[in-house]
């Protein structure tokens, strides 16, 4: 099962910040927070991850609480492009056998003109 | 940059036929990993190997499946006698992990097959 929950949808206006929250209270030390998203019809690809620092890169922002039990991934101008499905992850690190990632239904995101 | 790539794209196949899909991943990447996603619902591990040993198998992965990756390189996932259930996106990653310890892992995906078992 995954260990995260997140919104089932939500609507963002183009242009404005999409903010998608997931909650992963039972996260492991050893455990990264990944974002991914699925554009319809394709594979998901990776956004952004992080441990415990806040995180950006060219495409999103990963806000991570304190206690690691929350995470929130920023889309600072949302375009229409960006309406897909968004999974907040929660995995250890490569170094593990495990090495697998576990999807939840994710959030979807719909973002209107 | 040639992605992970998948063949084919679509497959249709009636109840009890075998199929057989392809999974090419990013050159050099060691891991490869197998997912299975249907409608509506997130991709659900099935298998993965590094290199061409592999690791896991869900349990979701009945005897009617195998899959194999020989030399390390490309991947192929046959179903025997497949059912209606099994109609689904079958969708393939990869990923580089090079070093022990405190490492994350980035899955880069194909677009996947769609398989329709009539």
């Known amino acids: 099962d995954a260990k995260t929950t997140q919104p089932p949808s939500m609507d963002c206006a183009e242009g404005r910040a999409a903010n998608l929250p997931c909650n992963h209270s039972?996260?492991?030390?050893?455990?990264?927070v990944y974002w991914y998203r699925q554009i319809h019809s394709q594979g998901p690809q990776y956004i952004i991850h992080?441990?415990?620092n806040n995180e950006t890169n060219e495409m999103a922002s990963l806000i991570i609480t304190e206690d690691r039990k929350s995470s929130t991934l920023i889309l600072p101008h949302a375009t229409l492009r960006d309406t897909a499905v968004y999974y907040c992850i929660v995995s250890p690190d490569g170094s593990s056998n495990t090495g697998k990632l576990i999807f939840g239904q994710g959030t979807t995101l719909q973002v209107k003109p | 940059d040639t992605g992970v790539s998948q063949d084919p794209r679509h497959k249709i196949t009636k109840r009890g036929q075998n199929v057989t899909f392809r999974c090419d991943p990013i050159s050099e990447h060691n891991r490869l990993y197998w997912y299975r996603q249907t409608l509506g619902q997130g991709p659900e591990f099935l298998t993965y190997?590094?290199?061409?040993?592999?690791?896991?198998k869900s349990r979701l992965l009945s005897d009617r499946f195998s899959a194999e990756r020989p030399k390390g390189s490309f991947s192929t996932l046959e179903i025997q006698r497949t059912e209606q259930g099994d109609s689904a996106m079958y969708l393939c990653?990869?990923?580089?992990?090079?070093?022990?310890?405190?490492?994350?892992?980035?899955?880069?995906f194909g677009s996947g097959t769609q398989l329709s078992v009539l």
């Open positions: 992080g441990l415990k």
């Open positions: 190997f590094q290199n061409e040993a592999q690791l896991e």
């Open positions: 990653a990869s990923s580089l992990v090079q070093v022990a310890g405190g490492l994350f892992e980035k899955l880069f």
């Open positions: 039972t996260i492991s030390g050893n455990e990264y």
